[in-house]
Each structure stands twice: as C-alpha cells, then as structure tokens.
C-alpha cells in the first residue's frame, strides 16, 4: 500500500483546510486508516481513526467537534476536514493504514504534509 497525502499549507488561526490521502496498491485489505500528527521533538499522536469496514470513527479530544474524517472509496481517498484551526494545530500531519493478510498485520505511512496555523 503507498499513501501520499496533500492539502497542507498556511492558514490563520479559525481557518479550514482540508487533507488529503490518496491510497495504492492493495487498498481492498485495508482495515483501519488514520491521521497522526508530530512536532519537531514531539511523539506522533492520533488526531483521527477511520474504520472502512463499518465506517466508525474516533478523535483526539483536541480535535473533536472541529475535524472530520471521511473516505470516498471510488477514489480510495481518505480526507480530513480542518475547521476552527489553532495555532496548536500546527505540525506535520501523516496518513496511516493498516492491513490484515490471514494472520499477517502490516503498517503504512505516507511522508507527511505541513499545516501551519498562524495566530
């Protein structure tokens, strides 16, 4: 599976961006997508959870009730909606995926892309 996610930028504090992951390769056993996000000398930490499978769906508690994950798999796309930013927000953001083969678990990642909030 290869992740490459786009949709990153400069944006001021109360403004929206949207995030993009386009998922390839074996997408039909993909059982779990998800963002992270990291700062420079941070741990990465969940910002979101996306189950394909019956379309559930969890937040960090920094983010709840201000993003939204969705996937639209014609486009086998996962994205997420960024409202009400803060300058906290800021960090690099990463598509996840994780796929099940028989017994065998596997872990994906995309290379990141910025979001910058300005105050």
């Known amino acids: 599976v290869h992740l490459v996610e786009s949709g990153g930028g400069l944006v001021q504090a109360g403004g929206s961006l949207r995030l993009s992951c386009a998922a390839s390769g074996s997408t039909s056993i993909i059982k779990a997508m998800a963002w992270y996000r990291q700062e420079p000398g941070k741990q990465r930490e969940l910002v979101a959870h996306?189950?394909?499978?019956?379309?559930?769906?969890n937040y960090a508690d920094s983010v709840l009730g201000r993003f939204t994950v969705s996937r639209d798999n014609a486009e086998n796309t996962m994205v997420l909606q960024m409202n009400s930013l803060k300058p906290e927000d800021t960090a690099r953001y990463y598509c996840?995926?994780?796929?099940?083969?028989?017994?065998?678990?596997?872990?994906?990642w995309g290379q990141g892309t910025q979001v910058t909030v300005s105050s």
């Open positions: 996306f189950t394909p499978g019956d379309g559930s769906t």
């Open positions: 996840y995926a994780e796929t099940w083969y028989m017994t065998t678990m596997m872990k994906y």
